[in-house]
């Protein structure tokens, strides 16, 4: 095959090399292959007459400085993290970095590919996709100075959004009241709720009522006496779904949740009050729903994913979410 030369290429190889072994002026060559003299004086000064590459021998970010790279690929050696978690974390100090030019970066000097890590990768089962408000609700223990409380907490599986409160007590009516407080809080309607199966939210042996069974009884008129969690399911129109029995991985996203919270609070702080475990608990449980960008939702926050909804299903919601941005509402 011949020689590809670039779409711009006014000479081809056989002429270059006659021009490099001709004798003769760079205007006579110039005139005889109606090309321009620097065409001819280029290929005069060169040993072979492959065309070369263009740009810049060294490539060099437009974007990104050179202490800028250095702190990129620095971290990226340091963490090993993914492309995009590398991109969350780098671009609060660097806030023009861009994914494209991270990852141009990362190529320029060699560290696109992570080491693969030995031993198979055993394989994830994805979550069901369902419309937002799916909640998951469980209850954790946690400790200050001054005793025991209960962590009652909530993750939406689909917009990630959590809910948190602490408690003295873990009653069925604490339950029950925590669940009204949960729909109060979000601005969309709850439509299926996941617990396990402990007493604070169900009857064990399976003997209570269901919210549908308790939605007909009252239909019909019928006294009753229910659970505190089913019959505040059945006030907020809420299908109740329970976890198998000994499968506590069933309830993974909100186990994941308590590990999260508990590991940004009692796992690396010292309380000695209830009082500032809540102002705390209350802080984070904000930075995450407003300022956590999370990989699973593109790099939105949950509260950004949620303003995302109401655009696309705003049937789904009671209220616009824009209303609940944190500072002043002008």
Known sequence: MGQVHHGSATTTAAVRRAIQHSQESLRA?????GINPKT?????????????RTGPKAPLSTVLSIEEEAIIVAFRRHTLLPLDDCLYALQATIPHLTRSSLH?????????????TEGDKP???KFKTYPIGYFHIDIAEVCTEMGRLYLFVAIDRTSKFAFVQLHEKATRRVAGDFLRALATAVPYRIHTVL???GTHFTDPAGNGWTPEEIKAMRADGVQFRCHSFELACADLDIEHRLTKPRHPWTNGQVER????????????????????LRQHLADFVAAYNFARRLKTLRGLTPYEFICQQWEKEPSRFMQNPHHQI?????
């Open 29 to 33: 060559l110039a005139k005889r292959y």
């Open 40 to 52: 001819v004086a280029k290929w005069k000064g060169r040993p072979d007459t492959a065309d070369r």
């Open 104 to 116: 141009r970066c990362f190529q320029r000097h060699g560290i696109s590919r992570l080491p693969d």
């Open 123 to 125: 394989k994830r089962s």
């Open 195 to 197: 617990t396990d199966n």
């Open 257 to 276: 949740m308590n590990r999260t919270i508990k590991e940004a609070t009692v796992k690396h702080f010292y309380y000695e009050t209830h009082d500032q």
């Open 326 to 330: 944190l500072g002043l509402n002008i």
